[in-house]
């Protein structure tokens, strides 16, 4: 058996980064950028009025009471042409937001801080006066003032999400270099699983839980998923999956179950006769110990994990998740911390990870309280759960307001954080 630490480095010693692909902009949400994107353009690509009101020279600033007759009026969209551009330079011209701004003209009042004094035959303004001062750049949104041409705007590894698509679409980027998504096999044992939740349940049998509660995990973690099977226990059956996720061109499949040390678990077996490369089998976490990784030759990663709901979820988000960021060339997630509430006597040797409530109290400390039922075939804490509570291998008693890690439940999202009262 082997640490944690010691089980992660050789996981990811296996991973190289998957090849890239372009994607058109629209279908972008929630793939990784494979390599930096750089901008062609200035955002702002001109300097424009940013409110409605009128624009002036104001190289020499004007006072609160000044008074300006109006040359013209421009709207956002609108080309000014030469003849207007020399009247406007010679007084105020009528803005609106987002048009550029006349040339020798480097200001701009908002509508509602001046007094209208005249106007023309339309009801349009002819003359106003200035209720504030005015400085040359007041409400003028300058060209490159967001991201200047040549600048990079997103590092390779970012994951696009809807604020990424904002920026790249208003640059003018139709595709972006992605890294291909991962194509992950997944693989459920156990004569007891009844997959069709539409049939009433067997004697003796359970809805196959950990199945779709995968496919969900992955499809949100950027993951392809080919491949959701259930066999029964035994080898044959196994084999036959593992050989179909092979022939799919899996880059990682991930089982459930039989990996353990009793008659019915084949699943270390099985792997040795399609010559794999055995990673590690065993693992000083709980849940999830049994938890087993190999290389097959020439084909894709395999990890197997325990058969029961908690060691799946803990195994997911603590093993199979660090391989799908270093796939994708993401590196690790950052840390994040809270106080403990309840007080934990984890057993020495063991890497713990807990289901837990995250709260943030009055003074803005986060903190975390430890669910009572950690058993791991409880799946109701689980959907309840913010977060994963990390307790490593030394943390000892750990009393009220220990600072531990956390981790988000949902891999790729921030956890829930809710009030306390």
Not at 156 to 170: D, E, K, N, P, V
Not at 233 to 249: F, K, S
Request: glycine share 10%.
């Amino acid at each position: 058996m082997i640490n944690y630490t010691q089980a992660l480095e050789r996981l990811l010693a296996q991973i190289g980064p998957l090849p890239r692909e372009n994607c058109v902009l629209g279908d972008a949400v929630g793939r990784v950028l494979a390599k930096a994107v750089t901008s062609s353009i200035a955002l702002p690509s001109f300097d424009h009025a940013a409110m409605d009101g009128y624009a002036l020279n104001a190289a020499t600033p004007w006072a609160a009471g000044s008074e300006h007759a109006i040359y013209g009026s421009h709207a956002a969209g609108d080309a000014l042409h030469e003849a207007s551009q020399h009247e406007v330079g010679h007084g105020a011209c009528e803005i609106m937001t987002g048009a550029s701004l006349p040339e020798g003209l480097d200001a701009v009042i908002a509508v509602e801080r001046t007094e209208c004094l005249a106007t023309g035959p339309t009801g349009m303004p002819t003359r106003i006066r200035l209720r504030d001062a005015l400085r040359a750049g007041d409400n003028v949104r300058y060209a490159g003032s967001d991201v200047a041409p040549g600048a990079q705007v997103l590092s390779a590894g970012t994951r696009i999400g809807s604020a990424q698509i904002m920026l790249l679409a208003a640059l003018g980027v139709a595709t972006v270099p992605v890294v291909t998504r991962p194509r992950v096999a997944i693989i459920c044992t156990g004569k007891e699983l009844q997959s069709d939740p539409t049939h009433p349940l067997g004697a003796e049998r359970i809805h196959n839980s950990n199945g779709p509660y995968l496919v969900a995990a992955l499809g949100a973690a950027n993951a392809r998923v080919l491949a959701c099977e259930a066999v029964d226990d035994t080898a044959v059956t196994y084999a036959g999956a593992l050989q179909r996720a092979i022939e799919a061109g899996a880059d990682l499949v991930v089982s459930t179950g039989a990996v353990s040390m009793g008659r019915y678990d084949f699943v270390p077996d099985t792997l040795r006769r399609f010559h794999a490369q055995l990673l590690f089998h065993k693992v000083a976490i709980r849940p999830g110990k049994p938890l087993l990784a190999a290389r097959l030759a020439n084909g894709p990663l395999v990890i197997a994990l325990p058969g029961t709901p908690m060691a799946v979820a803990a195994g997911l988000r603590f093993i199979v998740m660090p391989a799908l960021r270093e796939m994708s060339g993401q590196g690790g997630e950052p840390a994040m911390h809270a106080l403990l509430d309840t007080p934990q006597q984890p057993k020495a040797g063991l890497r713990h990870f807990l289901r837990a409530s995250l709260y943030q109290h009055s003074d803005g400390q986060m903190h975390v309280t430890v669910t009572e039922q950690q058993q791991p075939f409880r799946i109701r804490p689980f959907a309840d759960a913010d977060v994963w509570v990390v307790l490593p291998e030394d943390a000892g008693d750990c009393p009220a307001g220990t600072r531990v890690q956390v981790v988000g439940v949902e891999p790729g999202e921030s956890p829930r954080l809710r009030v306390a009262h």
